[in-house]
């Protein structure tokens, strides 16, 4: 599988806001930089923490997009 992957690090609490600026990496990145037979670019945030809740309720997988503590 080919694809490109946008990696975002941040201090702190996972926020929604988060959401829109990986959406925008993910549009540029497709727009941009995807390259004939890749896949859709996908886009993973890491926090120090993540509310399941919250980002379950904002259904960012259905963007291709996956939250992770470290």
Do not use: N
């Not at 702190?12 to 930089?33: N, T």
């Not at 896949?39 to 960012?60: D, H, K, V, Y």
């Amino acid at each position: 599988m080919r694809r490109l992957i946008a990696v975002e690090l941040k201090v702190g609490k996972f926020k929604a806001a988060y959401e829109g600026q990986m959406k925008l990496y993910l549009k540029w990145l497709d727009r941009y930089e995807r390259q004939p037979g890749e896949e859709a670019p996908i886009g993973l945030i890491l926090c120090t923490e993540a509310s399941r809740e919250r980002i379950e309720l904002l259904e960012m997988h259905k963007d291709g997009i996956a939250v992770a503590e470290y």
